[in-house]
Structures are given as C-alpha cells and as structure tokens.
T-cell receptor, first 114, second 110 residues
C-alpha cells in the first residue's frame, strides 16, 4: 500500500450507532488531519495531529472523537450522529504542520447517517 | 479571518477549449496559494502552488499566477482534455492550516 488509505470507503449508520473511521499513511509523515467535505461547502478542517498530539480542534461536536495512536494511524470515532453529519470524510497527512508542507489526501469515507 | 471564493460550477467545456476557473482570496499576511484537484472516487491532489506575489505555479498544462493587487489566483489551461474532468479547489495557507474554497466541478465533453 502506498500513500494515504482510508477504510471503510462507504458507511451507512443509524443515529444511535457507534462506528469508527480509519486512516493510515505510508509516507513517514508526522502530521495527520481530518476534514469534512459537504456538498457546496468549503472543506472543513476538523482535527490536526502533530507527532500524535492534537494541535487543533475546530469546534467540532463531541460526537466526533479523534484518536492518533501513532504517527501512521488516525481514527475518527463516531457516536449518536445526526443526519447533517452525512458527508465525505477525508484524511490527509504531511511531513509536518505549516504552509510549506504539502498535504496528501486519502480517497475519503462516504458517510450516510439515517 | 482567511477566506477563499471560487467560481461556482458546474463548468462544462468541449475538448480543446480554453479553461479559466476564477479564485479570489482574503487573508492577513502573505499566504501561499494552491490549486488542488479531486478526480472521481479519489482524494484531493496538489495540482500547483505559488508562495509569493507574481509567482506562477504550473503543472500538467495548468497555470495560475499569484496576483496580490487583485487578490486572485485564477486557474487556466489552454486546451483541456476529457481526462481533466474533476473538481478543482482553490486554497490558501494560514499559519498552520489550509483554507479551501467550495470547489468547481469541471466536465469536458469529447
């Protein structure tokens, strides 16, 4: 595997379910990101991790809970979601945080909340 | 705060047509500017970037020039191909993060 991978690619869950999204990067990067992509809206940065420490949390509801056990893996734990949380969730990684470092994106997980 | 405004799509062009996708920005300081492309079923890929005023980024026949006086970073290509069909995102860098536009869907018909 190369680059940034995400599983599952598609997920349908009810509002009372608990599920997790997984991201893995094979690039030796130290920073990882979660973004939310909704139709006709700019990409929303949700969380940033640098060297496994959370460095940014953009007022994301607590029903989204990130976890970064090591620099290669990033999870997004989901519980009691709302229909408006349906979106494409993108993971990205970069060598470090900051504007000089290119972010590499995974293909995303298409989440539908019913 | 920082913001990016790009032209709304969708944009549909015939093969070999000239492409322009407009992007303007609002930012404090001197951000770097980027164009990302998202092909169907894939994540975003960096297409090109410019780090200071009057810089021109280019890749795969696409170009964009960082215009500080008009706060713009318009994407252009002289002759588009069917394989250019994708969603294009303009973005700028703040101190630690990227701020994206809403994306412009481009469809090229043979």
């Amino acid at each position: 595997e190369t680059g940034v991978t995400q599983t599952p690619r598609h997920l349908v869950m009810g509002m009372t379910n608990k599920k997790s999204l997984k991201c893995e990067q094979h690039l030796g990067h130290n920073a990882m990101y979660w973004y939310k992509q909704s139709a006709k809206k700019p990409l929303e940065l949700m969380f940033v991790y640098s060297l496994e420490e959370r460095v940014e949390n953009n007022s994301v509801p607590s029903r989204f809970s990130p976890e970064c056990p090591n620099s290669s893996h990033l999870f997004l734990h989901l519980h009691t979601l709302q229909p408006e949380d349906s979106a494409l969730y993108l993971c990205a990684s970069s060598q470090a945080t900051g504007p000089d470092y290119e972010q590499y994106f995974g293909p995303g997980t298409r989440l539908t909340v019913t | 705060g920082n913001s990016v405004t790009q032209m709304e799509g969708p944009v549909t062009l015939s093969e070999e047509a000239f492409l322009t996708i407009n992007c303007t920005y609002t930012a404090t300081g001197y951000p770097s500017l980027f164009w990302y492309v998202q092909y169907p079923g894939e994540g975003l890929q960096l297409l090109l970037k410019a780090t200071k005023a009057d810089d021109k980024g280019s890749n795969k026949g696409f170009e964009a020039t960082y215009r500080k006086e008009t706060t713009s970073f318009h994407l252009e290509k002289g002759s588009v191909q069917v394989s250019d069909s994708a969603v294009y995102f303009c973005a700028l860098s703040g101190s630690e993060k990227l701020t994206f536009g809403t994306g412009t869907r481009l469809t090229i018909i043979p």
